[in-house]
């Protein structure tokens, strides 16, 4: 439950509160309340499961928290790594595992910050995820376009990063995000909590920033009111503002899936789940749509400086591998016509060398 209400500057309320305490916002006691702001998300977990099911092999969960999403892709019975930077939140996943013994046998917990060598963590994902819009946290952009750059790395040469960022309409809304909000909600121990907010808008980014104020209903040695306090600065990433950094990192975007995380009467898309892919690779991107469910791949067939296009044998191998996998009708797209129509304009810049295309419509029943 979140209610606005008018409050004193937070000057004032520090004077009668002597016994502050700086806190990180991703350890105690902030954590339970960041856990209950995110635990009944579901928008991108289920898009998360549904593509790393299907391109099978290892997950990696970043920024696990208690492990919202690591959890949903356990159920699937999807091998899943998740690591979090926060001790209080790695342990506390841990602890849930102990009494789910189905799950725990396909999650592993790391402690640590991605970006710091941590040869526990391993390489080889076919999928990783960064849940919620937690990308907003990177507020400098060589941080991000390192974090990005580490996270290609620790793929498979084919494997893709599933990255949530907002859209344009939920900008805007943002700027009137402005002033002090009271959030109620209950810790571990089932304890009602009143947490204050000061909430401001910076257009300069756009950066949105909260100062956290928790009042801890405990006194100190002195018989002083304890109180806890937090920020955190966010930069609000979106699709565009990205483009320079996945470019950096050696991302490419091949498929956008837009999801509206909140109730909307009006129906307007809040964020998109970038799936990006290494540059290399995106030319062997599937892209999936419901089309009655059936799946569509989309091949790039383009050749760097010519206008004539190409099927290699790596895409024409990923066609019957893919194929192989799925159990809907597949519809398979790319760009130069494999055959000539009798347009001159058109049949000139067919594909090249169809030789690997027609040896796969003859091998395939499909």
């Known amino acids: ?49 549904a593509i790393a099911r299907k391109r099978g092999g290892r997950a990696l969960d970043i ?3 208690r492990g919202r999403v690591a959890l949903a892709l356990a159920a699937a019975d999807l091998p899943t790594t998740a690591v979090d ?17 189905e ?14 060598p941590m040869p526990e963590l391993g390489t080889g994902y076919t999928t990783a995820t960064l849940g919620d819009t937690a990308v907003n946290m990177f507020t400098d952009p060589r941080t991000l376009t390192a974090f990005l750059t ?51 808008h910076d257009p300069d980014g756009p950066h949105f920033s909260r100062t956290l104020f928790l009042p801890d209903a405990t006194r ?44 909307d009467a009006l129906g307007r898309v809040d964020a998109e789940i970038l799936v990006l892919a290494a540059e290399q690779e995106a030319r062997h991107a599937a892209v999936e749509r419901d ?18 296009g190409q099927l290699d044998d790596e895409t024409i191998g990923w066609l019957e591998s893919e194929l192989a ?7 398979v797209g790319m760009h130069h016509p494999p055959i000539a129509l009798g347009l001159p304009s058109v049949d000139a810049i067919r594909l090249n060398h169809p030789s690997g295309w027609s040896g796969f419509c003859g091998a395939t029943t499909r």
């Open 63 to 65: 920024g696990c928290g």
């Open 150 to 200: 580490r996270v290609r790395s620790l793929l498979t040469p084919d494997g893709i990063l599933c990255l949530p960022v907002l859209t344009e309409p939920a900008l805007a809304a943002y700027t009137r995000r402005n002033g002090v909000l009271a959030t109620a909600f209950t810790d571990d121990d089932g304890t009602r909590r009143l947490l204050f907010a000061a909430m401001r």
């Open 220 to 263: 100190d040695k002195d018989e002083e009111p304890v109180a806890h306090l937090a920020a955190v600065r966010e930069r609000l990433w979106n699709r565009a503002s990205l483009t320079q950094h996945l470019r950096e990192a050696g991302f490419e975007i091949v498929d956008s899936i837009p999801v509206v995380p909140r109730d």
């Open 85 to 101: 930077i926060s001790h209080a939140a790695t342990t506390r996943l841990r602890t849930h595992l102990t009494h789910h013994p």
């Open 1 to 49: 439950m979140v209610r606005r209400i008018c409050l004193p500057p937070f000057r004032h309320l520090l004077d009668r509160l002597p016994a502050l305490r700086v806190t990180d916002i991703y350890e105690d006691p902030f954590e339970p309340y960041l856990h209950q702001q995110t635990t009944e998300k579901t928008w991108d977990t289920d898009h998360f499961t």
């Open 325 to 331: 996998l799925a159990e809907a009708p597949v519809f």
């Open 291 to 308: 089309l009655g469910a059936a799946t569509v791949l989309l091949c790039d067939s383009s050749i760097p400086g010519r206008h004539d």
């Open 103 to 116: 799950l725990a046998q396909h999650i592993r917990v790391v402690h640590g910050d991605v970006l710091d």
